[in-house]
T-cell receptor
Framework: GAVVSQHPSWVICKSGTSVKIECRSL??????MFWYRQFPKQSLMLMAT?????????EQGVEKDKFLINHASLTLSTLTVTSAHPEDSSFYIC????????????FGPGTRLTVT | QKEVEQNSGPLSVPEGAIASLNCTYS??????FFWYRQYSGKSPELIMS????GDKEDGRFTAQLNKASQYVSLLIRDSQPSDSATYLC???????????FGKGTMLLVSP
């Protein structure tokens, strides 16, 4: 149980375009989903927290107009990187949790974004 | 500010030995504690969670929690080369849904 999927697993896009990443909880209802970014050889950096049907809560320093998060249902959240630039190239990872599991977070496999 | 500290390593152990990974945290209000394993280029995988003082065992893994000392550890018995990865300690404070992650300890198990 507790499987989280992400799509796509990798994406290459041109500077100035937008990219959407999907995160799905496959076998449980995720009351909360999280979006992280990880640069090479660095730790996870939480970008935002989203609850189904509510606006996302962004961490300090994360531009909410650039990283659009939608949590439309208990099994789906999306992250859209708008007007991407090369410095947005990173490993984006979502996680999901259900209060039934005492806030354990289960991670998706991640999406590697390269902006050229 | 909530902080979670881990030795970055690498921690090198021979195959079959016990690997001991340590983590300290600053927020006394922390309620939930997790260990994640992350292979290079992959996302983290939850391997242990612990919520009360004492030991919790799952197969070759044992998590130990001491809230008075604000200390949590992970023991890996009979270490295997496939255990070579970065181990992340994560802590959740009461009333919060977010986790605070340490920077991780790299474990290298040599055959």
């Amino acid at each position: 149980g507790a499987v989280v999927s992400q799509h796509p697993s990798w994406v290459i896009c041109k500077s100035g375009t937008s990219v959407k990443i999907e995160c799905r909880s496959l076998d449980f209802q995720a009351t909360t989903m999280f979006w992280y970014r990880q640069f090479p050889k660095q730790s996870l950096m939480l970008m935002a927290t989203s609850n189904e049907g509510s606006k996302a809560t962004y961490e300090q320093g994360v531009e909410k107009d650039k990283f659009l998060i939608n949590h439309a249902s208990l099994t789906l959240s999306t992250l859209t990187v708008t007007s991407a630039h090369p410095e947005d190239s990173s490993f984006y990872i979502c996680s999901a949790s259900s209060t039934k599991d005492s806030y354990e977070q289960y991670f998706g496999p991640g999406t590697r974004l390269t902006v050229t | 500010q909530k902080e979670v500290e881990q030795n970055s390593g690498p921690l090198s152990v021979p195959e079959g030995a016990i690997a001991s990974l340590n983590c300290t945290y600053s927020d006394r209000g922390s309620q939930s504690f997790f260990w994640y394993r992350q292979y290079s280029g992959k996302s983290p995988e939850l391997i242990m969670s612990i919520y009360s003082n004492g030991d919790k065992e799952d197969g070759r893994f044992t998590a130990q929690l001491n809230k008075a000392s604000q200390y949590v550890s992970l023991l890996i018995r009979d270490s295997q080369p496939s255990d070579s990865a970065t181990y992340l300690c994560a802590v959740r404070a009461s009333g919060y849904s977010t986790l605070t992650f340490g920077k991780g300890t790299m474990l290298l198990v040599s055959p």
